[in-house]
């Protein structure tokens, strides 16, 4: 990458990975969304923290954890005496 050249999309990603965190682009792809899908969740106010870094939006792999945590279904009470 020149100095006056803006990363490419893989460069954008390898640098934010180093650091601990996944683009947008990656969460889409992770998630199965598309990008829209992100910026309604983030209007809303669902979907893993983020961090507004220029004109980015990068997540940090930590809160991503924490997010699919939260999602975890618990199996019932009920569901596992059915399964004995």
């Given at each position: 990458?020149?100095?006056?050249?803006?990363?490419?999309?893989?460069?954008?990603?390898?640098?934010?990975?180093?650091?601990?965190?996944l683009?947008?682009?990656?969460?889409?792809?992770?998630?199965?969304?598309?990008?829209?899908?992100?910026?309604?969740?983030?209007?809303?106010?669902?979907?893993?923290?983020?961090?507004?870094?220029?004109?980015?939006?990068?997540?940090?792999?930590?809160?991503?954890?924490?997010?699919?945590?939260?999602?975890?279904?618990?199996?019932?009470?009920?569901?596992?005496?059915?399964?004995?």
């Open positions: 990458m020149n100095k006056n050249d803006h990363p490419t999309i893989a460069e954008y990603s390898a640098l934010a990975n180093k650091a601990g965190y683009t947008e682009d990656q969460i889409a792809m992770l998630a199965k969304v598309k990008p829209a899908t992100l910026e309604d969740w983030r209007k809303r106010g669902n979907g893993p923290a983020y961090v507004r870094f220029g004109t980015s939006y990068l997540y940090s792999i930590e809160n991503l954890t924490d997010h699919l945590n939260s999602l975890e279904k618990q199996r019932s009470r009920e569901a596992i005496i059915r399964s004995i």
